[in-house]
């Protein structure tokens, strides 16, 4: 099984920055794909990015040029590089990873707050 573990959230005034991480262990060799999703107070589950084995990346339209997936294969660990963050950006983040013939598994998530 795959476990995924994220860190990195915070408080964080509008216009500023934060990266998350998320860290996979366990049968990290049936992961096909990892991305971030978001789920703001009331709202529904949203999508934000994507990162395949091969190192191909999707965003959601919204987070395009501000957000920024990558990968460490030696941490097999994900980042999400965020700046010039809104209050708007104010969610739970959760970090997915797409398994091979199996359900995607989810880490806990950690929250990200955008105030002054």
């Known amino acids: 099984q795959v476990q995924l573990v994220e860190s990195g959230g915070g408080l964080v005034q509008p216009g500023g920055s934060l990266r998350l991480s998320c860290a996979a262990s366990g049968t990290i060799f049936t992961i096909n794909a990892m991305g971030w999703y978001r789920q703001a107070p009331g709202k529904q589950r949203e999508f934000v990015a994507l990162i395949t084995n091969g190192g191909n990346t999707n965003y959601a339209d919204s987070m395009k040029g501000r957000f920024a997936i990558s990968r460490d294969n030696a941490r097999n660990t994900v980042y999400l590089q965020m700046n010039s963050l809104k209050p708007e950006d104010t969610a739970v983040y959760y970090c997915?990873?797409?398994?091979?013939?199996?359900?995607?598994?989810w880490g806990q998530g950690t929250l990200v707050t955008v105030s002054s």
């Open positions: 997915n990873a797409a398994i091979i013939r199996s359900p995607s598994v």
